[in-house]
């Protein structure tokens, strides 16, 4: 029991160390809540005693009925943690509906995330690996409750093949190795180890809003700061002649300040041109030669915003090429300010 415990603690520790997000996640955010069915194999022998279900005297050796509820939480990408209250079904002497129940407690290792990193969004298919320690109980009937009518531990080793059909919503296939110890000792008896498939659907509470690019604790709490530092710097509220000001004084570090010059304005964290950033770049003639720079917001990694900025003078340059424009240069400066400055700038040669 020890070991197999220390087991799960050491796999935890190795994945959540390397693992890494760059946005604190709050109580209720990755949440997820799940509902299954499917069967489990039994090795109970048949009893002629009335069933709730009469089907059930059939597969008494083969599978029995079961259903589960599932709540849990992902702490990054990776690594995340469930309850599961398992109830399966009457095929037994039990004069109850249900004559068994497994209340399990999973850790949840998220295979794709760790091995191909997280893209920023839930992949199509991922492959979960389950290991579980649970409490099962019997529920007896009334000529043995001694005999029938018990706690002991459970052990779990699952895994899930899940499909992310919607932003919100997952199918899940999930076999699974159960060993039922009865007598709660570790000695193992291969008649009480049990197979499991449960099929399901599982609601999320939100994705990770999660950089693709490696960031360590302390560049995140470096760039945390100078958040906070601009947010208190911008509590000041300029007006919004204040931040043309600052913002062309910005631009003439950029570039020469000329009349031949179209300004193309994005959204926060994105790099494709709206009606209005088509509009402005329709003025320049076919045949022009022409320069782009483009900048980003002072927020994030100094590497993600010259990523950025290097997407939006790219975006920039394709749309003017497509209207036979010549683009003699695209250029992404990253950040050239201390405040919101998410612009391309077309400089006429």
Same mark, same amino acid.
């Given at each position: ?91 037994? =002497? ?38 579980? !320690? ?138 494709? !041109? ?51 424009? =010549? ?23």
């Amino acid at each position: 029991m020890k070991k197999f415990i220390l087991m799960i603690a050491a796999a935890f520790i190795s994945v959540f160390a390397t693992a890494q997000t760059v946005q604190n996640s709050k109580l209720f955010d990755n949440t997820f809540i799940g509902i299954y069915g499917g069967g489990n194999t039994t090795n109970l022998t048949t009893t002629h005693e009335k069933f709730f279900w009469d089907g059930a005297k059939d597969i008494v050796k083969g599978v029995r009925p079961v259903a589960a509820l599932e709540i849990g939480k992902y702490v990054t990408p990776v690594v995340g943690f469930s309850f599961e209250g398992q109830a399966l079904f009457n095929t037994t =002497k039990s004069n109850t509906f249900i004559d068994q129940s497994n209340v399990i407690a999973n850790v949840k290792f998220n295979l794709s995330n760790l091995i191909g990193g997280y893209p920023g969004q839930p992949r199509f298919v991922e492959v979960v690996v389950v290991p579980g !320690l649970g409490w099962g109980h019997n529920y007896g009937h009334t000529y043995d409750l001694a005999k029938f009518d018990k706690n002991y531990l459970t052990y779990k080793a699952g895994a899930e093949v899940n499909f992310n059909v919607a932003e919100n919503w997952q199918i899940n296939i999930r076999p699974s190795a159960i060993w039922w110890n009865y007598n709660n000792m570790l000695k193992f008896h291969s008649k009480n180890l049990q197979a499991q498939v449960l099929v399901g659907a599982t609601y999320k509470f939100g994705n990770f809003k999660y950089c693709p690019y490696s960031v360590t604790a302390a560049e995140y709490n470096t760039l945390q700061n100078k958040v906070k530092e601009l947010q208190d710097a911008l509590a000041k509220k300029p007006t919004e002649v204040e931040k043309e000001v600052v913002v062309e004084k910005i631009v003439e570090k950029v570039i020469e300040k000329g009349a031949n010059q179209y300004f193309v304005q994005f959204a926060k964290n994105k790099y494709d !041109l709206d009606d209005a950033a088509k509009a402005e770049l329709d003025q320049i003639a076919e045949g022009t030669e022409v320069a782009v720079v483009a900048t980003a917001s002072p927020e994030g990694s100094k590497l993600r915003n010259k990523v950025l900025s290097q997407k939006r003078a790219d975006a920039v340059k394709e749309y003017l090429e497509g209207r036979k424009v =010549k683009v003699v240069s695209a250029e992404g400066l990253g950040v050239t300010g201390p405040t919101s400055n998410r612009v391309a700038i077309v400089k006429v040669n």
